[in-house]
Protein backbone atom coordinates (compact mmCIF):
# COMPACT_ATOMS: atom_id res chain seq x y z
CA UNK A 1 0.00 0.00 0.00
CA UNK A 2 2.95 2.40 0.26
CA UNK A 3 3.59 4.28 -3.48
CA UNK A 4 6.08 6.76 -3.55
CA UNK A 5 6.35 9.59 -6.69
CA UNK A 6 9.61 10.98 -6.96
CA UNK A 7 9.93 15.24 -8.76
CA UNK A 8 12.52 17.54 -9.22
CA UNK A 9 14.74 16.04 -11.72
CA UNK A 10 16.37 17.58 -15.14
CA UNK A 11 19.21 18.93 -16.56
CA UNK A 12 21.62 21.46 -14.71
CA UNK A 13 25.21 22.63 -15.05
CA UNK A 14 28.16 21.79 -12.86
CA UNK A 15 28.16 23.47 -9.78
CA UNK A 16 24.49 23.88 -9.87
CA UNK A 17 21.75 22.79 -7.01
CA UNK A 18 18.31 21.18 -7.83
CA UNK A 19 16.13 19.48 -5.21
CA UNK A 20 14.14 16.28 -5.58
CA UNK A 21 10.97 15.22 -3.94
CA UNK A 22 9.61 12.11 -2.92
CA UNK A 23 5.69 12.55 -2.60
CA UNK A 24 5.25 9.36 0.18
CA UNK A 25 1.74 7.77 0.87
CA UNK A 26 0.79 4.33 2.94
CA UNK A 27 -0.51 3.69 6.65
CA UNK A 28 3.18 3.12 8.36
CA UNK A 29 5.16 5.59 6.35
CA UNK A 30 5.31 8.13 8.66
CA UNK A 31 7.87 6.53 11.11
CA UNK A 32 9.86 4.65 8.46
CA UNK A 33 13.18 5.39 7.47
CA UNK A 34 13.76 6.60 4.28
CA UNK A 35 16.76 6.76 1.01
CA UNK A 36 17.69 7.85 -1.92
CA UNK A 37 19.73 5.87 -4.44
CA UNK A 38 21.04 6.36 -8.05
CA UNK A 39 21.90 4.21 -10.85
CA UNK A 40 24.05 5.69 -13.70
CA UNK A 41 24.11 4.11 -17.04
CA UNK A 42 25.62 0.62 -17.35
CA UNK A 43 26.38 0.48 -13.28
CA UNK A 44 24.85 -0.63 -10.37
CA UNK A 45 21.84 1.17 -8.28
CA UNK A 46 24.10 3.01 -5.49
CA UNK A 47 23.45 4.52 -2.34
CA UNK A 48 22.98 8.11 -1.60
CA UNK A 49 21.73 9.21 1.65
CA UNK A 50 18.91 8.13 4.10
CA UNK A 51 17.38 9.20 7.38
CA UNK A 52 14.94 8.35 10.13
CA UNK A 53 11.49 9.75 10.74
CA UNK A 54 12.89 12.41 13.54
CA UNK A 55 15.88 12.86 11.17
CA UNK A 56 18.15 11.73 14.29
CA UNK A 57 19.89 9.66 12.33
CA UNK A 58 21.28 10.12 8.81
CA UNK A 59 23.73 8.78 6.27
CA UNK A 60 25.69 9.68 3.45
CA UNK A 61 27.75 8.32 0.61
CA UNK A 62 31.03 9.49 0.85
CA UNK A 63 30.91 10.80 -2.72
CA UNK A 64 28.18 13.31 -2.11
CA UNK A 65 28.91 14.07 2.07
CA UNK A 66 29.09 18.31 2.10
CA UNK A 67 26.92 18.66 -0.98
CA UNK A 68 23.60 16.80 -0.58
CA UNK A 69 21.33 16.69 2.17
CA UNK A 70 18.18 14.82 2.88
CA UNK A 71 15.60 15.78 4.53
CA UNK A 72 11.78 15.40 5.26
CA UNK A 73 8.64 17.18 5.67
CA UNK A 74 6.88 14.25 7.89
CA UNK A 75 3.70 16.79 8.03
CA UNK A 76 3.42 16.60 4.00
CA UNK A 77 4.65 13.30 3.71
CA UNK A 78 7.55 14.70 1.45
CA UNK A 79 11.16 13.17 1.46
CA UNK A 80 13.50 15.78 0.19
CA UNK A 81 17.17 15.57 -1.35
CA UNK A 82 18.87 19.10 -1.84
CA UNK A 83 21.75 18.28 -4.01
CA UNK A 84 24.12 21.47 -4.29
CA UNK A 85 27.47 21.70 -6.25
CA UNK A 86 26.40 19.02 -9.06
CA UNK A 87 29.41 17.48 -10.74
CA UNK A 88 28.79 15.40 -13.78
CA UNK A 89 29.39 12.06 -12.03
CA UNK A 90 26.56 12.90 -10.33
CA UNK A 91 24.20 12.00 -13.26
CA UNK A 92 21.63 9.09 -12.51
CA UNK A 93 18.36 8.47 -12.27
CA UNK A 94 17.45 9.00 -8.19
CA UNK A 95 15.21 6.74 -6.65
CA UNK A 96 13.56 7.75 -3.63
CA UNK A 97 12.59 4.06 -1.14
CA UNK A 98 11.06 3.51 1.97
CA UNK A 99 11.58 0.39 4.20
CA UNK A 100 8.70 -1.12 6.28
CA UNK A 101 11.45 -0.29 10.01
CA UNK A 102 11.87 2.93 11.40
CA UNK A 103 15.86 1.87 11.38
CA UNK A 104 18.13 3.86 9.07
CA UNK A 105 19.86 1.89 6.65
CA UNK A 106 22.38 2.37 3.51
CA UNK A 107 21.49 -1.11 2.12
CA UNK A 108 19.37 -0.95 -0.85
CA UNK A 109 17.99 -4.83 0.17
CA UNK A 110 16.51 -3.22 2.94
CA UNK A 111 14.22 -0.94 1.63
CA UNK A 112 10.88 -2.75 0.16
CA UNK A 113 8.90 0.12 -1.83
CA UNK A 114 10.66 2.33 -4.49
CA UNK A 115 9.47 5.35 -7.11
CA UNK A 116 9.57 5.12 -10.51
CA UNK A 117 13.03 7.47 -10.81
CA UNK A 118 13.87 10.82 -11.51
CA UNK A 119 16.37 11.23 -13.83
CA UNK A 120 19.48 14.25 -13.23
CA UNK A 121 21.38 15.44 -15.95
CA UNK A 122 24.73 17.26 -15.31
CA UNK A 123 26.74 18.95 -17.88
CA UNK A 124 30.14 20.13 -17.51
Known amino acids: QVQLDESGGGLVQAGGSLRLSCAAS????????MGWFRQAPGKEREFVAA????????YYADSVKGRFTISRDNGKNILYLQMNNLRPEDTAVYYC?????????????????WGQGTRVTVSS
Open 51 to 58: NNWSETVT
Open 97 to 113: AAKIGMVTSSEKDDYEY
Open 26 to 33: GPTLAKNA
